[in-house]
């Protein structure tokens, strides 16, 4: 045990980071940085990452900011037994990006019915009170997985990217306290 | 690639796996534990809540059904090391009256054995891997046996916070045992209290795998093979004994490999779906399944969380992810007026952002940053885990769907019956009572989804092949070097947490095996 020291006794190495891809080129940075360089999606169009940024901010206020769409499509492009995301630990069967895939379809088309409009052009209030729907199952026509897990899923991933990472502890005056850092404060 | 015959193959090397690697590589036999995921090490453990999920279970999924679908992903484990990697080392055990559910209160089943058998075991373990604790505290409870090697950990003001409400209850609390270090133990350093036991403690203080028995069998010259997950147990001709397991390795390649002796240790789920498909034309109906008892009896306990926002910083943040204090209380079955089965209670333990947004799932938007805020400084929690009883219904069988090496996939059904929700309801509004009593300014019980926890039954322990799968020890009642190990071989599942159990019943099993040999390899 001579080599097992105290807290933060070894850094992440490699293994506390997420890759992004700019010009071709695999970058380390946190999904925030990530959003903030407006580093291209790899898996989800242009439609899709601001209806779950929209979704985001909606369930904790500075998803948006703190790269939620760039977290969750980075995932969705590593195997899933590397992925991170809570979807893995919901039972969410493999791959994961089905379920974000018809999640978003979901939440339009009832979006459209209720409001007439996609959710990311909704309004702020209407934003709350679809969620609101959403998540206790209560939105008419709703097709695919239920409305909670829709809710419970993303709001996870949201919680993970503005609470869940070193800022996020110190933005609520939490102590980080590791014993292995992550890298990047992610 | 042919690999040489070995004289034990172990399928999981998790918390049960690992004992019979160390025990059986001790007494010189020839050790191979083969595991599905990746061999981890404890730099790999990361304190983070986002990175620890990289240990949770991944590969084939097992289909979940029923009224209350088991937290299987949640739970479990994935390589080595297995749930053990980052379970929360609560070491609580068994009390004598769960083995003699039956003739004590007609329900359920009798085990085999007694808790006098288990408990020597039970010291034994705390011996080895070191637990911290107060026995003498716990003997107002259960039978006297050893003191723990380490004193009680370190209690923080979000358990302390608790005692004023427990003692107007008329419950006493003590120190909860866990399998962690508060003074430095066999060269392992002293616990931090820093929370992150729940994505794997890399530091050591904590006993996982990694530190204690899978460190000690490698050390005795077993070999762990990672990326092997295996498919089925292959038997002799007359089928009546096993011969080895086929697998498919890191390449996807699959391979033999021969033993004189199988061990079955990838936790109840996964046990059952093995022994399922490894049916033969002698064995028609699965290995070991001649009762058809195979893969029936699932338990989970049921867990009465209760949280509680206090006036002054509990500080939440600091200790472990183990409890701080336990009860045995509200053990004996009828505890509660005409509600069945254990209640074990537990209070203290350090929360993350994670927990905080989990502890009021309906909210969002600006309404849960504030809370979070609140709760970051004024928000603790205790937690009654429940029994439930054996039940035929909760079962795993094989699905129609197969997984990428052509293995059909597991199916989980798990309901909990009227007395378990009887019981989760009694221990709510008990821990909402105690949470007033302790002085709370608010307080709610977590209702919605009947939380389940722990994965126990399938291969159930018992007298004889028509009701059971295994004898107390793990071994097939009809297939003499076929072994089964874990919480799927407990044939009721009291209410405390289940790994000292584990640990205690491995070791009994590897040491009885050890002592058997000539018996299983003629």
């Keep these: 045990m001579a080599n097992i020291g105290r807290r933060g006794f070894v850094k992440g190495a ?65 195997p899933p037994h590397e992925a991170l995301l809570q979807a893995r630990i919901f039972n969410v069967r493999p791959p994961f990006a089905d379920f974000y895939r018809t999640a978003i379809i979901s939440v ?8 007439g409009r996609d959710f990311a052009q909704l309004s702020a209030t209407d934003q709350r009170e679809f969620v609101g729907r959403m998540r206790q199952n209560k939105i008419e026509g709703w097709t695919g997985r239920p409305g909670a897990a829709v809710y419970g899923v993303l709001r996870a991933d949201a919680v993970d990217v503005v609470y869940g990472t070193m800022e996020g502890y110190e933005a609520l005056g939490i102590p980080y306290m590791a014993h292995i850092p992550p890298e990047k404060r992610w | 690639m042919a690999y040489e015959k070995v004289d034990v193959v172990i399928v999981g090397a998790g918390a049960s796996g690992s004992v019979y690697a160390s025990v059986l590589a001790k007494a010189g036999k020839k050790v191979l534990l083969l595991d599905s995921g990746p061999d981890w090490e404890l730099s790999d453990l990361i304190s983070s809540e986002i990175w620890g999920r990289r240990v949770k279970p991944a590969g084939a999924p097992i289909l979940l059904e029923g009224k209350n679908p088991m937290a299987y992903a949640a739970q479990g484990g994935w390589g080595v090391g297995g749930a053990a990697l980052h379970y929360f080392a609560n070491f609580p055990r068994l009390l004598p009256t769960d083995f003699r559910m039956k003739s004590e209160h007609g ?12 408990a020597p075991f039970y010291d034994k373990v705390a011996r080895e891997i070191g637990v911290s604790g107060d026995a003498k505290a716990e003997e107002k409870w259960r039978p006297a046996g050893e003191a723990y090697p380490m004193p009680p950990m370190k209690t923080f003001r979000n358990g302390d916070i608790w005692m004023k409400g427990f003692e107007a209850s008329g419950i006493p609390m003590v120190p909860a045992p866990v399998g962690m270090s508060s003074v430095e133990f066999k060269g392992r350093p002293a616990c ?115 949280w509680a926002m206090f006036d002054e910083d509990v500080q939440n943040h600091k200790g472990t992810v183990a409890v701080q204090y336990m009860s045995y209380e509200r053990y004996p079955k009828k505890s509660h007026d005409g509600v069945f ?53 909760n079962r795993v069988e094989l699905a129609s769907e197969k997984d990428a090496f052509g293995m059909p996939l597991g199916r989980l059904t798990h309901s909990f019956d009227s007395d378990a929700v009887a019981l989760w309801n009694a221990n709510l509004e008990e821990g909402l009572r105690i949470a007033k009593a302790s002085g709370a300014k608010e307080a709610w019980s977590a209702r919605g989804t009947m939380p389940t926890s722990h994965l126990l039954g399938g291969t159930i322990m018992g007298t004889s092949a028509t009701n059971s799968v295994v004898d107390s020890y793990g071994q097939s009642h009809e297939i003499p070097n076929l072994w089964v190990a874990g919480p799927g071989i407990f044939p009721t599942e009291g209410a405390s947490n289940p790994t000292f159990t584990i640990f205690a019943l491995s070791q009994r099993g590897a040491e009885r095996m050890a002592s058997q040999w000539g018996t299983l390899t003629n």
Excluded at chain 1, 108 to 115: I, L, T, V
Excluded at chain 2, 107 to 118: A, E, K, L, M, N
Excluded at chain 2, 232 to 241: D, E, F, H, P, S
Excluded at chain 2, 366 to 390: C, H, S, T, V
């Design chain 2, 107 to 118: 329900r359920g089943h009798d085990w085999p054995i007694s808790y006098q058998d288990v």
């Design chain 1, 108 to 115: 339009d088309e009832s979006s459209r019915r209720m409001f």
């Design chain 1, 14 to 78: 490699t293994l506390g980071v997420l890759a992004f891809t700019v010009g071709g080129v695999e970058v380390i940075m946190a999904p925030g940085e990530a959003r903030a360089r407006n580093v291209p999606f790899r898996l989800l169009d242009a439609h899709q990452a601001e209806t779950l940024e929209s979704l985001g901010e909606t369930l904790v206020p500075q998803a948006r900011e703190a790269g939620i769409a760039h977290y969750i499509d980075q995932q969705l492009s590593v």
């Design chain 2, 192 to 306: 931090l209290y820093d929370g992150w036991c729940h994505v794997g403690c890399p530091v050591g203080a904590l006993a996982n795998p990694q530190v204690t028995y899978l460190g000690e069998a490698r050390k005795a010259g077993a070999e762990v093979r990672a990326w092997s997950t295996v498919t089925r147990v292959l038997t002799n001709q007359a089928g009546t004994r096993v011969t080895g397991v086929e697998y498919y390795d890191d390449k996807h390649q699959k391979q033999t490999q021969e033993a004189s002796v199988v061990v079955l240790a990838a936790w109840s789920a996964q046990n059952p779906r093995l022994l399922l498909n490894s049916a033969t034309d002698k064995h028609p109906k699965g290995l070991g399944n001649a009762s058809g008892l195979v893969g029936h009896f699932m338990m989970s306990h049921h867990v009465a969380n209760t």
């Design chain 2, 341 to 393: 089965g254990s209640s074990f209670i537990t209070a203290g333990f350090a929360v993350k952002t994670a927990d905080l947004a989990n502890s009021r799932a309906d909210l969002y938007g600006p309404e849960l940053a504030d809370y979070m805020k609140r709760a970051a400084r004024n928000l603790a929690g205790i937690k009654a885990f429940g029994e439930e009883q054996p039940n035929m219904e």
